[in-house]
């Protein structure tokens, strides 16, 4: 299939959202879209939350990993989780995901990781919380979220993580500071 490149949380963020969907009793729900190949729940054990900044297929993966080469995550970036929205994917599954407003770090990194891998990145920042093709589902946590008023959150990035997607999904390699 291929591979992602991703902004990964701090730790700290990362066990803010875990206690978000906690509290929407949604705290297995899997964050990822439906893809054929994918094993969900299996890529999901290893994908934690995130924002997806760039995808490619195997077919590139000689000239983006020679692109990345090198390549520095440059410090960490805030982004404010403003509002929950929700949104249709592929095979009539329904996504909730958060809209995130970005500060110029991760104008500054998206710009120079752009440049290295010569293509846009980062485009629709946005968080994906759960995925499901039981609608029902996807808005009751999205009500028991809402209900809570916990907007805005502000969440720290504090490196990138690139992982394979495929039958088995992986954590390839980390991009620190």
């Known amino acids: ?3 992602m490149i991703a902004a990964a949380f701090s730790d700290e963020s990362r066990i803010e959202l875990k206690y978000l969907m906690k509290k929407a009793a949604a705290e297995n ?6 893809r054929h190949g994918l094993d969900r729940e299996q890529a999901n054990s290893v994908i934690g939350y995130h924002i997806t ?7 590139k993966d000689a000239e983006m990993f020679s ?3 090198g390549f520095s995550f440059t410090g960490e970036f805030k982004v404010t989780a403003e509002k929950l929205y929700l949104t249709h994917g592929h ?25 290295r891998l010569k293509h846009k990145v980062g485009e629709h920042p946005h968080i994906t919380l759960a995925v499901s093709k039981d609608h029902d589902e996807i808005h009751k ?13 502000e ?7 690139v992982y394979k997607i495929g ?11």
Not at 53 to 59: A, G, P, T
Not at 97 to 110: A, I, P, Q
Not at 155 to 161: M, V
Request: glycine share 4%; proline share 3%; with cysteine.
């Open 1 to 3: 299939m291929g591979h």
């Open 29 to 34: 729900a899997i964050k990822l879209p439906f």
């Open 53 to 59: 900044l760039f995808n490619w297929s195997s077919e």
């Open 67 to 69: 692109r990345l080469e």
């Open 91 to 115: 095979d009539d599954s329904l996504l909730l995901c958060l809209k995130v407003k970005t500060d110029s770090r991760f104008s500054e990194l998206t710009e120079k990781l752009g440049e």
């Open 141 to 153: 946590f999205y009500k028991r979220i809402k209900a809570q008023g916990v907007f805005p959150i």
């Open 155 to 161: 969440l720290t990035s504090d490196h990138l993580e």
């Open 167 to 177: 039958a088995v999904t992986e954590k390839v390699s980390e991009i620190r500071n």
